[in-house]
């Protein structure tokens, strides 16, 4: 069985550019989170979805984050503008219900120039 | 809102040796679970638990609801048990809260 697959694994890109992470959970699983990781927080929650409708966004950053999943197989985590304070580890993760185990991406290592 | 506390934030022990990390939070939670990350960067769940004690292996995690603190130890510590374990806590229907992590490095 696939896992959750992220892509890219990593981006560079300057300040100011628009960046899109992608995201596809492990079909059948119902729920899908998109998390941040930096040394200084840790893991945190931005956004999750249930049944492809977004339940709780209140971890988004601020109106530069926006994230999208247009499926019950897709998901993207937009940035518009990005800017140095965004790099960051952003993991994807998915699971079968709110209270079972979440199975994490491999994640996308950004970095703003 | 639930804080997660990890203890120590970093560890290193050579093999072989019994390890203990620590997680404590501080409103009631439904669940608690353990995960690893290893160097590469990927996530993977460990164990979730409400109550009591599990076992997968060399690794045994517990935890105690009155103390709302939990453990995790690794019996026979191996270099390839080197990651960063993650605690996080669930209150009710609520996405997880995250501890910072342990840092743990086993030398050969």
């Known amino acids: 069985d696939a896992g959750v697959i992220q892509s890219p694994r990593h981006e560079v890109t300057e300040m100011g550019q628009e960046v899109t992470l992608r995201c596809k959970p492990i079909?059948?699983?119902?729920?899908l989170f998109w998390y941040r990781q930096t040394m200084m927080r840790g893991l945190e929650l931005l956004i999750y979805?249930?049944?492809?409708?977004?339940?709780?966004d209140s971890g988004m950053p601020e109106d530069r984050f926006s994230a999208k999943m247009p499926n019950a197989s897709f998901s993207t985590l937009k940035i518009q503008p990005s800017e140095p304070r965004d790099s960051a580890v952003y993991f994807c993760?998915?699971?079968?219900?709110?209270?079972?185990?979440?199975?994490f991406g491999d994640g996308t290592r950004l970095s703003i120039l | 809102k639930n804080e997660v506390e990890q203890s120590p934030q970093n560890l290193t022990a050579q093999e072989g040796e019994f390890i203990t990390i620590n997680c404590s939070y501080s409103?009631?939670?439904?669940?608690l679970h353990w995960l690893q990350q290893h160097p590469g960067g990927g996530i993977v769940s460990l164990f979730m638990?409400?109550?009591g004690k599990k076992k997968h292996g060399r690794l045994i995690a517990t935890i105690n609801i009155q103390e709302k603190h939990s453990s995790l130890h690794i019996t026979a510590s191996h270099p390839r048990d080197s990651a960063v374990y993650i605690c996080?806590?669930?209150?009710?229907?609520?996405?997880?809260?995250f501890g910072k992590g342990t840092r743990l490095s086993v030398i050969a």
């Open positions: 993760a998915s699971s079968q219900g709110l209270v079972e185990p979440q199975h």
């Open positions: 079909s059948g699983h119902d729920y």
């Open positions: 979805f249930n049944n492809n409708v977004p339940i709780d």
């Open positions: 409103v009631g939670i439904s669940a």
């Open positions: 638990l409400s109550s």
């Open positions: 996080a806590v669930r209150m009710g229907n609520t996405p997880l809260v």
